[in-house]
């Protein structure tokens, strides 16, 4: 009789984590759950679902909740133990106790300029760009940042973690992938001005300057900082960096690219010195394919990913660590193993990232949308628009609307997007989606990634997203190219061909809120206008502000919108 109920339980129990654990369709079939809906627009069908991933494995009410902050956990704090690159941070913390004059100091300003500018590790951090830990409830933003108890001391993103018994140093996921949006911490946000591959880039060059017996006798490490030295030092060798364009722009592909070049073209991409000594000729030594980091909460509208939707299968978080860890000089072995072994992780992560939400307008500019000015955009949103960017239902068009309050109707009840993410040319600037040809064999080949399912294809252009949180989200096209929403439904050839970069600080002086985006120059503030960095010019390669203009023209050639028609739009879209 016991074992009968044992056995019994057992069964239970298993039926019960079954059912707590879908796993999702990462195939390159995968569509969206949903009601189906088919329109034509501009004569093609165009096929919708009404639902979404957001609740990407169906985990119970308190299951979900439980893995979204283990996510989040791990989105702050990098959770790659096999990782080989981190900084020695106990001689780092020398460097920045020595005085200016000392050999230390005298040293490093030799071989990286730059690195001796700083004189604590907040300097290294502000110089990367990382955003402060938010210390109220109103600086939390819709995704909410759990409590990281002394990690909280340093910004977000920051992981100092144990190796070889000392404290090594790196950056997670969030150093590009979250905001101060007007004080407001958005975790999932974009990074306007990250400088992730700067480190890399300055890293690599100060490192391979650093004979090990130099460090040895300058720093005299513990055998552990050495051993971070030494290990860092190595992965630095196998890693191929590049200069982004601009502050703003990543240069994450060239990198992965051009660190497997210098790799056998084994299964797992084996590190032997004469690859790295000779690697092989890649395009992307030349050509530019710069992008800004992608937001996350349009991750559950999708079955393609990043903004070409060049993976075209497979999790995207585990690609992103593949991506992420080539970009380190990581052992693909190694990084398998852990990968496999910590499949929760990766999970939990998984959730976090397709669970979260865009930060409303209104939340920040309370009662400012004119919402019959919002009801005319929302008609020629869906008229010129809607066929590539999806159909976006409100409130204020419910049989109740009368019975709402004025924050209940600017709600977007429900998201019609594409059941199967579409690839669209609209002329936009093609360098990089054409940077992917460079390298997808090579990707495709590892046998890491056959394990994780994940496969990359080159596309013929990019993904016209879903344009939840549209408004937070400036400067727009996947590079930076175009400073307000105005500017994009403007003709190309209107559009400005530079502008000025400035942090969301002041909601009046960093924000054109009619525009939705960056101020006109004269408008910037000073510090920011006399800074070059922050200077953007779609001149240059791989900048072009050109395309999504086509759908912006009559029959005749001649702008569809007027000026007050585009600020209906915008209007409308601010409510997304």
């Given at each position: 009789?016991?074992?009968?109920?044992?056995?019994?339980?057992?069964?239970?129990?298993?039926?019960?984590?079954?059912?707590a654990?879908?796993?999702?369709?990462?195939?390159?079939?995968?569509?969206?759950?949903?009601?189906?809906?088919?329109?034509?627009?501009?004569?093609?069908?165009?096929?919708?679902?009404?639902?979404?991933?957001?609740?990407?494995?169906?985990?119970?009410?308190?299951?979900?909740?439980?893995?979204k902050?283990?996510?989040?956990?791990?989105?702050?704090?990098?959770?790659?133990?096999?990782?080989?690159?981190?900084?020695?941070?106990?001689?780092?913390?020398?460097?920045?106790?020595?005085?200016?004059?000392?050999?230390?100091?005298?040293?490093?300003?030799?071989?990286?300029?730059?690195?001796?500018?700083?004189n604590?590790?907040?300097?290294?951090?502000?110089w990367?760009?990382?955003?402060?830990?938010?210390?109220?409830?109103?600086?939390?933003?819709?995704?909410?940042?759990?409590?990281?108890g002394?990690?909280?001391?340093?910004?977000?993103?920051?992981?100092?973690?144990?190796?070889?018994?000392?404290?090594?140093?790196?950056?997670?996921?969030?150093?590009?992938?979250?905001?101060?949006?007007?004080?407001?911490?958005v975790?999932?946000?974009?990074?306007?001005?990250?400088?992730?591959?700067?480190?890399?880039?300055?890293?690599?060059?100060?490192?391979?300057?650093?004979?090990?017996?130099?460090?040895?006798?300058?720093?005299?490490?513990?055998?552990?900082?050495?051993?971070?030295?030494?290990?860092?030092?190595e992965?630095?060798?196998y890693?191929?960096?590049?200069?982004?364009?601009?502050?703003?722009?990543?240069?994450?592909l060239?990198?992965?690219?051009?660190?497997?070049?210098?790799?056998?073209?084994?299964?797992?991409?084996?590190?032997?010195?004469?690859?790295?000594?000779?690697?092989?000729?890649?395009?992307?030594?030349?050509?530019?394919?710069?992008?800004?980091?992608?937001?996350w909460?349009?991750?559950?509208?999708k079955?393609?990913?990043l903004?070409?939707?060049?993976?075209?299968?497979?999790?995207?978080?585990?690609?992103?660590?593949?991506?992420?860890e080539?970009?380190?000089?990581?052992?693909?072995?190694?990084?398998?193993?852990?990968l496999?072994?910590?499949?929760?992780?990766?999970?939990?992560?998984?959730?976090?990232?397709?669970?979260t939400?865009?930060?409303?307008?209104?939340?920040?500019?309370?009662?400012?949308?004119?919402?019959?000015?919002?009801?005319?955009?929302?008609?020629?949103?869906?008229?010129?628009?809607?066929?590539?960017?999806?159909?976006?239902?409100k409130?204020?068009?419910?049989?109740?609307?009368?019975?709402?309050?004025?924050?209940?109707?600017?709600?977007?009840?429900?998201?019609?997007y594409?059941?199967?993410?579409?690839?669209k040319?609209?002329?936009?600037?093609?360098?990089?989606?054409?940077?992917?040809?460079?390298?997808?064999?090579?990707?495709?080949?590892?046998?890491?990634?056959?394990?994780?399912?994940?496969?990359?294809?080159?596309?013929?252009?990019?993904?016209?997203p879903?344009l939840?949180?549209?408004?937070?989200r400036?400067?727009y096209?996947?590079?930076?190219?175009?400073?307000?929403?105005?500017?994009?439904?403007?003709?190309?050839?209107?559009?400005?061909?530079?502008?000025?970069?400035?942090?969301?600080?002041?909601?009046?002086?960093?924000?054109?809120?009619?525009?939705?985006?960056?101020?006109?120059?004269?408008?910037?503030?000073?510090?920011?206008?006399?800074?070059?960095?922050?200077?953007?010019?779609?001149?240059?390669?791989?900048?072009?502000?050109?395309?999504?203009?086509?759908?912006?023209?009559?029959e005749?050639?001649?702008?569809?919108?007027?000026?007050?028609?585009?600020?209906?739009?915008?209007?409308?879209?601010?409510?997304?």
């Amino acid at each position: 009789m016991k074992s009968s109920v044992y056995i019994f339980s057992l069964i239970i129990i298993y039926t019960q984590s079954v059912m707590a654990f879908t796993k999702p369709d990462w195939s390159k079939d995968a569509s969206l759950p949903g009601q189906r809906l088919c329109e034509t627009h501009h004569g093609h069908e165009v096929c919708y679902r009404d639902g979404n991933r957001e609740n990407i494995y169906q985990l119970s009410p308190s299951e979900f909740a439980k893995a979204k902050e283990r996510g989040a956990k791990h989105t702050l704090f990098y959770p790659v133990k096999s990782t080989p690159l981190m900084a020695p941070y106990n001689s780092l913390e020398k460097m920045f106790d020595s005085t200016q004059n000392s050999a230390i100091r005298n040293f490093i300003y030799r071989i990286a300029r730059r690195i001796s500018n700083f004189n604590s590790f907040e300097d290294v951090y502000d110089w990367i760009g990382l955003n402060d830990y938010p210390q109220t409830a109103s600086e939390n933003g819709p995704n909410p940042i759990p409590y990281m108890g002394e990690i909280e001391n340093d910004p977000m993103g920051v992981t100092i973690d144990n190796r070889h018994g000392e404290k090594g140093l790196t950056v997670s996921c969030a150093a590009c992938h979250s905001s101060d949006l007007f004080g407001v911490k958005v975790l999932g946000l974009q990074n306007r001005f990250p400088r992730a591959n700067e480190v890399f880039r300055v890293g690599k060059s100060a490192l391979s300057k650093t004979p090990t017996f130099l460090f040895r006798t300058l720093f005299k490490p513990s055998a552990g900082d050495l051993q971070i030295f030494k290990d860092a030092k190595e992965a630095l060798s196998y890693v191929s960096v590049k200069q982004p364009q601009v502050l703003g722009l990543d240069t994450s592909l060239a990198q992965v690219g051009l660190s497997l070049s210098m790799r056998a073209q084994d299964e797992y991409a084996t590190m032997e010195p004469k690859y790295r000594r000779r690697p092989r000729k890649n395009e992307l030594n030349k050509k530019r394919a710069d992008s800004k980091p992608q937001v996350w909460w349009n991750l559950k509208y999708k079955t393609k990913w990043l903004s070409d939707g060049s993976i075209i299968s497979g999790n995207p978080v585990n690609t992103n660590f593949l991506w992420n860890e080539i970009g380190r000089g990581a052992d693909l072995k190694k990084l398998e193993a852990w990968l496999v072994n910590n499949d929760q992780v990766v999970r939990d992560i998984t959730t976090f990232v397709f669970a979260t939400k865009s930060p409303l307008y209104n939340d920040f500019f309370p009662n400012q949308i004119d919402i019959f000015k919002a009801q005319k955009g929302q008609k020629l949103f869906e008229k010129n628009c809607s066929g590539c960017h999806g159909k976006y239902e409100k409130a204020w068009d419910s049989p109740n609307a009368d019975s709402l309050n004025y924050d209940e109707k600017l709600l977007t009840t429900k998201v019609w997007y594409h059941e199967k993410s579409i690839i669209k040319d609209v002329d936009t600037d093609p360098l990089r989606a054409e940077g992917m040809a460079y390298f997808a064999q090579d990707l495709n080949r590892l046998k890491i990634s056959k394990t994780l399912g994940t496969v990359v294809k080159e596309q013929p252009g990019y993904i016209p997203p879903p344009l939840v949180g549209i408004w937070a989200r400036w400067p727009y096209f996947h590079n930076n190219s175009v400073p307000t929403l105005y500017d994009v439904i403007t003709p190309s050839n209107k559009r400005p061909k530079t502008y000025i970069a400035v942090a969301a600080m002041d909601k009046e002086l960093d924000f054109d809120q009619e525009k939705n985006g960056y101020p006109r120059p004269q408008y910037i503030r000073e510090e920011y206008r006399n800074d070059r960095q922050y200077f953007y010019d779609t001149r240059k390669a791989g900048m072009s502000n050109s395309g999504h203009t086509k759908m912006l023209l009559d029959e005749n050639g001649n702008e569809k919108f007027n000026h007050q028609d585009k600020l209906s739009i915008i209007e409308f879209l601010k409510t997304l």
